[in-house]
C-alpha cells in the first residue's frame, strides 16, 4: 500500500491551482505511466490536466553556477541515468526552467481497482503483559492513564495535564496499539521537538509518522502485526513520501528499542473483550476529561483521510 500511495506525485501549490482549474473535481491524479503501472489505462478521447514540470539540468562549463547560461552558450547538458559510479565533486543540478505536462484523474482512467490505503482497527486480543508494560513507561514518564471517549480519536496525550487516553471503544488488540502510538509520542520527546504540532500539518506529520513507526516496531516484538492499522496510518501522514519515513528511521529505531517488551514479556494471547481495554490495567479509568484543543495534546486519529487528502505535503 506504501508503494501505491509512493507512486502518486507530490503536487506544488501552482500545479494544485492549476489542476482545480482545469478539473474541480480530481481527487487523485497522475501519469499515464503511473496509471499503467497501477494497472489501469486512461480512457480513450480523455484529456489530460496540463501541469508545470521542472527542467533541471547538470551545468556545463557554459553554464554558471546560478543556472544561467554564459553569452553565446548554448546551455546545458540533461541529466544522465545515474551509474553508481559518478563522481562525489559533481556540479550540482540547477533548475533551468518549466515544461508542460499532463496527467489524469482517477476518474478519466478504468482498470484495476485502486489499493485501499485506508487504516483498518485491529480486532481480536493483545500479547500477555504488552498493556502492562506499556502502562508503566507511560507512568514512569509522570503520565496518567484514562480510559474513554476521545471523539474522534482512538487515544491522546495531554502533556500539560500529564494525561494519556485511550478510547474506551476499541479491542484489546487495537488499545495495545494505540497505547504504544500515545507512549511513543512521549518517549520520542514530541512535547518539545514538535511545538507546532496544533499549527503546522508538516510538523503534525513527522510527528505522527514517527509515532506510529515506533508503535509498528515495538508491537511486532511483541507479537502483535499491527500492519492493517499502520501502514495506511503511515502512508496517509506521509503523503506516500518514503523520504519523510527514511529520514525519522534513526529516531524511531532508538526510542522503538528502548521500548520493546523483556524478554519475560513474551508474546502470549490472553482472553479479552471488544469493548474495554484490558481488566489486568488498574491505572486505567472513565472518568469525564475534555479532548484538548491546541499544542499540548498529541493524538492517534480514527478517521484519517486518504494520502492524496493530507495537507501540507507540497501536493
Known amino acids: 500500500m506504501l508503494r501505491a500511495a509512493a507512486r502518486f506525485y507530490d503536487y506544488s501549490p501552482s500545479n494544485i491551482l492549476l489542476i482545480t482549474a482545469q478539473r474541480p473535481d480530481a481527487t487523485r491524479v497522475a501519469g499515464i505511466r503511473t496509471w499503467n503501472s497501477l494497472g489501469r489505462h486512461v480512457n480513450r478521447g480523455e484529456r489530460g490536466i496540463a501541469i508545470l514540470a521542472p527542467c533541471i539540468y547538470r551545468p556545463s562549463g557554459d553554464v554558471l553556477a546560478t543556472g544561467v547560461l554564459k553569452p553565446g552558450a548554448e546551455g546545458g547538458h540533461p541529466p544522465e541515468s545515474p551509474t553508481g559510479r559518478e563522481p562525489t565533486n559533481h556540479s550540482p543540478r540547477v533548475l533551468r526552467g518549466f515544461k508542460i505536462v499532463h496527467v489524469f484523474d482517477v476518474s478519466q482512467t478504468d482498470g484495476e481497482p485502486l489499493p485501499d490505503v485506508a487504516p483498518r482497527l485491529l480486532d481480536g486480543d493483545a500479547p500477555s503483559s504488552l498493556m502492562d508494560h506499556l502502562t508503566g513507561l507511560a507512568t514512569d514518564a509522570g503520565y496518567r492513564l484514562e480510559q474513554g471517549p476521545c471523539g474522534t480519536a482512538n487515544g491522546y496525550t495531554d502533556y500539560g495535564a500529564r494525561i494519556v487516553r485511550i478510547s474506551d471503544d476499541l479491542s484489546p488488540a487495537q488499545a495495545a496499539k494505540t497505547l504504544a502510538h500515545e507512549v511513543g509520542h512521549i518517549r520520542a520527546d514530541h512535547e518539545h521537538r514538535f511545538t507546532e504540532y496544533a499549527s503546522s500539518m508538516a510538523c503534525r506529520g513527522q510527528a505522527e509518522v514517527e509515532a506510529e513507526s515506533i508503535a509498528y516496531l515495538v508491537t511486532a516484538q511483541a507479537g502483535l502485526d499491527a500492519t492493517d492499522y499502520s501502514v495506511p496510518y503511515l502512508a ?80
Do not use: C, Y
Not at 519475560?264 to 469493548?275: H, I
Not at 481495554?277 to 495534546?297: F, K, N, Q, R, Y
Open 236 to 315: 496517509g501522514w506521509s503523503g506516500g513520501d518514503v523520504g519523510l519515513l527514511r529520514e525519522a528511521m534513526t529516531q524511531v529505531i532508538k526510542v522503538a528499542r528502548g521500548m520493546a517488551p523483556r524478554p519475560t514479556d513474551a508474546p502470549a494471547a490472553v482472553p479479552g473483550k471488544r469493548n474495554g481495554i484490558m481488566t489486568s490495567v488498574s491505572t486505567l479509568h472513565s472518568s469525564p476529561l475534555a479532548l484538548p484543543e491546541g499544542s499540548g495534546s498529541a493524538r492517534e486519529f480514527s478517521n484519517l483521510p486518504g494520502p492524496e487528502a493530507v495537507p501540507g505535503r507540497g501536493r
